[in-house]
């Protein structure tokens, strides 16, 4: 088995499939028809028994660019053929597992050049049980939670990662999708809705080597933890997925701010949470209203941040120390919605709530006002940490995902018009904002 590297058009973008494991001769060759007898020139190699071949040919001057064209369209015939009367999920899942087969042939009398690439016929089976038993692990979650909940109407958190609070994304809106099939008789809230006696829920997933690792937590609202439901050790191969290498990582995590886990309590009881009803689709969609809601369980002075991935940090909200902010979830958006957008490079975006007890010095600085007195947007001097705060305060790190407007998962939900112009006005009054004082 040798290794090739190459860049392969997938859907609207492009997958580069690097190191990807290759049969046979090394795909980084290219072998030109002086270089080798004319039958063993572009062999079909369509009946090899481990393997699902497909094969192209393609043309151009450029041998190397002529091959990685022809190996992009024997992609694109076995994928179609993979897929054809599978879910989306296990066409993702098989096409993800394509791979360079043998080396690419180019005639430079001709300018024509063929490739091939290929499945393994065993992972092809594979991948159908995997998705089964993906299915029958979030069925046990199901029932866990009815065993505990008693049926009571459920609000479902956006899936994570636990190593970063950091959203899963696409294959947590999967797994959401998934449990709300196995969870017919409960009312599941939609976001911002309460109901009486109704119970939070969220999956966090762990990487580990090939595998993604699952837990499922339930509380009350009026709970300051979580309680992890007993359904064993249960985990998938990461490759049924679009997982990049340290996407489990790629947001401001809980060990940049200083947290041990998303929240910190504060020395003298205090604890603070901050919500944002989940998304219907397992991320949002950029310009989508969201209602964030805090909640505490004594009197304090609330300010809130949001970070960045390389720890930038804005100061967004503050209660300039009044103490109205009672054990009770307070919508921090009576004014009307706040409106969400997709950072520049697509990592997940963070809001830290800081809640300091009355009396207190909070120990950082405040936000700016304008000349009529009303507070702005500020931007900190350093990034954020739990260390710029007394011991008294209680810290809590929310993070979520933002997809645009022409992802999948929105094309019914986004309008890309009011995406665009709440982007524009949020980078201008980001790129204007003073230091915080």
Known sequence: MQETKFSLVFGAGVLLLGGVASAGKSDESV????????????????????YRVERAEARGRNAAEAVDEARVKAYERLKEKVCEGVSTERCHANSRNVMGFGAGYYDDKENSACASVAIHVDRLNSIEKDLASLDATLADVAEAILGQSKGAPLELAAPAWSASGCAAGEVGAYLTSLLKGHLPGVMILNPGQEAEGMKQ?????????SQVALTAELRAPTDPGWTQLDVGSRSFPSDLFTIEPGEDGECASSGMLGLTGDHQQGSGGLWARLEMPPPVRGVYCEGEPVFPKMSLNQDAAVRLYTVQQDGTGYLVWSSFGRAEYAARPTDLTQAGAWHVVQTEDGSDSQLVMVAVPQKIPFGSADMVKDELGRPQVCGLSQPLHASQFPPEAAIHMLSYQVVGAENSLCREQANPEIAAELKASTDERLAAAKTCQ
């Open 31 to 50: 072998l030109t028809r002086d270089q080798i007898a004319d039958d063993e020139y572009c062999p079909a190699q369509t009946n090899h028994k481990d």
């Open 201 to 209: 829920l969220k999956l966090e997933l762990a990487e580990s080597g």
